[in-house]
């Protein structure tokens, strides 16, 4: 049977416990016990992530579905050399932050919860708001007071409350965790079925590939969710015999905010301390990633790398992007920045199948975009 079991100490606990951390000594909890994610298992007529439900901590009913998952593996070329784009950007609220998201929700639904607060840079906010008005849960979202007007707009539209705060993102994570109103505290860094809903990814790209495993995953990274979740989905996947190897995973950090990139490259286990600077890929700028020492434990074990890139080269990214008709936050761009130098110092080999994971949609950052493209004028 599901549970939850810290990733610290080790202390187990019932899947149907409300909880979004470990009670012994605070850390952060994973879903174990879980069934073997087979082929045969895939649910085919669910155009969805619950198609690979019998994998997920969350079983039964699903009362609240906006078709999250299942989203569009695309082929495509990054100067001339194939890649394939997951486009996780056309989910229903704009990012991938919907496939944690809708697994979380269902599971706090299942066990009663009816008030959800989160905090959030903007894309989780935007997520959760957006299934808690469809769960018709009350939801406040606490964020940034720097974040970008359009998401703000969206999470407000939802019927959400919006509390800005002032100072760095930790101080945002603070001030949630501290409201002790009688919200639950729906986190997408902490709670355990945000992660187990984020494997999915993985779970498509090894589906959507011919049921194989590209040699190459690369993703922007803050919290790192999207590459601990597909390091998840195909370490299942090889433990159940359906695959014999993990992809390489690569994180795409901003030089401007780099905790993890700055681990890997120095050897530590965990983040390193660093000063934060405001980035144009403000959906991953986390300073204090809460499973850092299981993403980059993760990513070594996969033989990939974290590594940052400059914030120019995330800008010129973003903009060919956009060219070649993929229109996403600047966010996802540091992932193709990062790919640039993965293929230019040949990390990367010249016949590796490689896909790209694009996190979240340029409908909601326009006020930005727009910004870049004057200063790129500007330039010219």
Known sequence: MAQFKCASCDTAYPASILMWRCEKCGGPLDAVDLMPMRRADIAVDRASLWR????????GSV????GEGWTPLVDGDWRGRAVQWKCEFVSISGSFKDRGVAVMINHLLTNSVTHVAEDSSGNAGAAVATYAAAAKLPCRIYVPAHTSPGKITQIAATGAEVIRIPGPRQAVAEAAMADSSGYFYASHNWDPAFLDGIKTVGYEIWEQTGFGVPDAVVAPTGSGSNLLGCFRAFSELRAAGEVDRLPCLYGAQSENCEPLARAFETGADTYVEVATRA???EGIAVSRPVRSRAVLAAVRESGGEIHAVPEASIA???ARLARSGLYVEPTSA?????LERLLGDGTIGGTDKVVVILTGSGLKAGELIARMLEEAAARH
């Open 334 to 338: 540091t992932a193709v920045a990062l």
């Open 316 to 318: 010129v990214a973003h």
């Open 63 to 66: 009362p609240i579905s906006l």
């Open 52 to 59: 690979y439900q019998k994998a997920l901590v969350h079983q």
């Open 279 to 281: 980035s144009i890929a």
